[in-house]
């Protein structure tokens, strides 16, 4: 789910701007309040998951951390509810998107539990989605150990998500900023990062769509880094105490109940396989044997800093999670195969593709089809640079909403359309990028971001693996069409061959006539 739409929704909304005046006074943040920071606990090498940590880091002069490619949804989930339940002393969450739903109250079910054994439990989450969930967060904070906090809140706590940014209207340049990060941390040891928010489309558990994401698990020097990052957040005065701005109306132990009424109405998960597509066995396990199956690198972690939400545009992109990812991808030597849910490479990427093609060097892009895009307007702003991508020399493949799951390299969709989620890259034969950052302007300079890089041509390898074989379908290729100037689609047929689409596959006109209506009330900065 991109950001994006919080302006996609609000285009809608067009002439909010014209009554922005009468909703100025509608709804506003209560004074903020000075508070004493906090800090990760780093007293952590008693704990179970410390002593994890110790035995598998190498000896070296460079200090290396532990990491394991998380691609099927099962297993990425079990990492973070065995983390969760083998932490001892801290458990550190920090989401752009917590859903109530199966997904979202197993893993806040979880939370509470640690709290039991006395764990510290500290929750961030940023509130543009928490519409209508006030009770969820403030009734799980009502624990003992358990602290939540929204990020950058908007003023409106009404449950209809259309009304609430109506009435933020006036608010605009502030909510417009999203804190995009993904991040579970236990012990301070253990953590998992990357695209995935909490949500049963996240997990394989969607009915109409599911997404195709990448996490990772890491341990070691990166995992204190991270928890840097985190006290950052948690720190900022842009994250509020939810006690600030939706307080309780019940007493503390009805308040407990209702939370646990609300939490035990979750699903069970599905089950998992044995093994994960890159045959290694789930994370709980390993964890219980104590034989973890990890890859020991170097890495280089980007942290936007949360005043980057206060900043310009030019300013905000300075010392980046972008600017720092672009720096990788532009140091490749030979190839880059990027995978981005939402591309807009705009002017400044499409030179940077131009050079790095004639000096040599191979790209590959992976984005979603029209078809398989949860936003039809950050498609159209990829579209505009579609053809130029292919006349410089951009290999693309457009996820198809059928036809990638076939594979089941990514876990099975069933009956439910597959979307690309994951944020990642790969930079020549030996580097591997996973975070939560689109390659779009949102994600360069409004939103904060988090990227992991990995030395680790192993890794590389473990990616391959997940991605080729023989005609392994990405969804479809895109060529050309003879005199440059159309776009064509080539989807693999049952006979090996190729089955050539001249107009975008699918039925879209009205999806079509949507973003020819909105695309000139929403500039290429806002998508």
Known sequence: ??????????????????????????????????RAPAAAITDVDDTALGRLVRPGAPDGAAPLSGFRLLPEAAFAFDARISLARHAEKSLDVQYYLIQNDDVGLLLLRELRDAAARGVRVRLLVDDLYTAGEDEVFSTLSAFPNVEVRLFNPL????????????????????INHRMHNKLLVADNSFAVSGGRNIANEYFMRGTAANFIDMDVLSCGPVVRRMSEGFDRYWNSEHAWPIERIAPLRVPVQEAQQRFDAMASTALPDVPMRQRDVLDKSPVGEQLVTGKLELRWAPFTLFVDHPEKITRKPEAA??????EGALGVINSAKHEVKIGSPYFIPGARGMAMMKTAIERGGRITVVTNSLGATDEPLAYAGYERYRADMLKIGVTIYEIAPMLTGRSRRFGDFGKSISR??????????????????????????VNTEMGLVIDSPELVKEYDKLISGERVSLGYRLRLAPGGRRVQWLEYDDAGGDIVHEDEPGEFLWLRFKNWLLLPFVGEELL
């Open 155 to 174: 003023p409106s706590r009404t449950g209809s998500f259309a009304l609430r940014l109506l009435l933020s209207f006036a608010d605009f340049g502030r």
């Open 317 to 322: 992109f300075e010392g980046s999670v972008t």
């Open 420 to 445: 690309l989620h994951a944020k990642l890259a790969v930079i020549d034969d030996d580097r591997i990028f996973v975070g939560s950052m689109n390659l779009d302007h949102r994600s360069a300079a």
């Open 1 to 34: 789910m991109a950001a994006s739409s919080l302006i996609r929704r609000l285009t809608v909304l067009v002439w909010a701007a014209v009554a922005s005046a009468w909703l100025a006074g509608c709804a506003s943040l209560p004074p903020p309040q000075p």
